[in-house]
């Protein structure tokens, strides 16, 4: 850095900060007709990703309907057995079990997606160590190079 480009005072360095060209896709600047992405299209593309990602929510919800639909098929067959024998009409054996099915799939997906939620931004930020709570600054694991 030659001395010309030094800053003579704090305001001098302040504004020599603000005039540096960051790259920030959320920053107002960035969006408008010259962008290719729009505001509102970095922020569909966030909700579509968190709804219908890898990880999403979607697919979170399917995947506990799937295993309480099985449960409750099998516990409703049983129990539809038992009605069978208890009334002597078949009818008892597919309807409690697919009324079962329906009904353990749907709180089964609730809760996967209620217990299976991220994490806030902050979370990845406090750590325990030896006793003691350590709040990270934001992008500390690239700062460290951490995995």
Not at 44 to 67: C, E, H, P, Y
Not at 82 to 100: D, E, G, N, T
Not at 125 to 147: F, H, T
Request: with cysteine.
């Amino acid at each position: 850095m030659s001395s010309k480009d030094k800053p003579e005072s704090f305001t001098d360095l302040l504004n020599m900060e603000v005039g540096k060209n960051q790259d920030d896709i959320y920053d107002l600047k960035n969006f408008g007709d010259s962008k290719a992405e729009s505001r509102l299209q970095v922020k569909w593309n966030r909700i579509r990703k968190t709804l219908f990602g890898d990880a999403g929510v979607s697919n979170k919800f399917f995947q506990g309907v799937m295993m309480g639909a099985t449960v409750g098929a099998v516990a409703g067959t049983l129990f539809g057995v038992v009605s069978f024998f208890q009334h002597r009409k078949f009818i008892y054996i597919p309807l409690v079990a697919i009324s079962m099915s329906i009904s353990f799939g749907f709180f089964m997906g609730v809760g996967t997606v209620i217990r299976t939620e991220e994490q806030g931004p902050c979370c990845d930020r406090i750590v325990y160590v030896n006793g003691q709570v350590l709040v990270l600054p934001a992008g500390w694991k690239e700062k460290y190079r951490v995995d």
